[in-house]
């Protein structure tokens, strides 16, 4: 399972981030890795992941998808990184201090898992971010998901010690706690 690419996303292939994200959510821990469902995502129009994908594809500036893709076709693992610009708010309402990225949507097939695939997809974002000017770069994980909390370690991401409440316009997810962990430039 060594044969793979590490790549971009472009906007045509919209119909392939949508399945990939509708698999990450059936997932058995997406209850507490996404802060969507299912049933929302998939009752989305097809206009949403078009547009989705055209700004996270290669003209995209604010945001870049990256995807493990295998044998030429499948896609097998994804990572997103999103630019927060210092002074806005960020998904929570919090504050943003500093121009950074904010890792997202993580998911990798289970058969993919604990190896190159994440390891080479954190690391095209962590590239594209510090290409960007970015000052550092983040992500949040759910305090019980223990599991990815260890695969973002091995990608040199360390707790930031900050802890995020989620509020109430997440339904399900609401008084959930995530925790930062960052990789700071150098």
């Known amino acids: 399972m060594n044969d793979f690419v590490v790549r971009g996303i472009r906007a045509e292939e919209w119909r392939q981030a949508k ?5 990450a959510l059936k997932d ?3 209850s507490i890795a996404f802060l969507e469902t299912y049933e ?3 009752a989305r129009p097809d206009s949403f992941w078009q547009e989705r994908a055209l700004g996270a594809g290669e003209a995209a500036g604010g945001a870049r998808q990256f995807v493990a893709e295998a044998d030429g076709r499948e896609w097998v693992g994804s990572v997103t990184v999103l630019v927060e610009e210092a002074g806005s ?4 309402g919090m504050p943003v201090e500093r121009r950074q990225g904010h ?8 058969e993919w898992r604990g ?3 994440t390891r080479q997809l ?10 960007a000017g970015l000052e550092r770069v983040r992500l949040l994980v759910h305090q019980d998901n223990l599991r990815a909390q260890g695969a973002y370690r091995k990608v040199g991401f360390v707790p930031s010690g900050v802890k995020v409440p989620v509020g109430e316009g997440f339904g399900d997810f609401s008084g959930e706690v995530e925790l930062e962990f960052v ?3 150098g």
């Open 40 to 42: 929302d995502a998939a």
């Open 183 to 185: 990789r700071e430039r």
């Open 122 to 131: 954190f690391e095209a974002g962590v590239e594209w971010a510090w290409e």
């Open 19 to 23: 399945a990939l994200r509708l698999e």
């Open 103 to 110: 890792v997202v949507a993580v998911y990798v097939r289970p």
């Open 115 to 117: 190896g190159a695939v």
């Open 89 to 92: 708010l960020d998904w929570a």
């Open 28 to 30: 058995s821990a997406a």
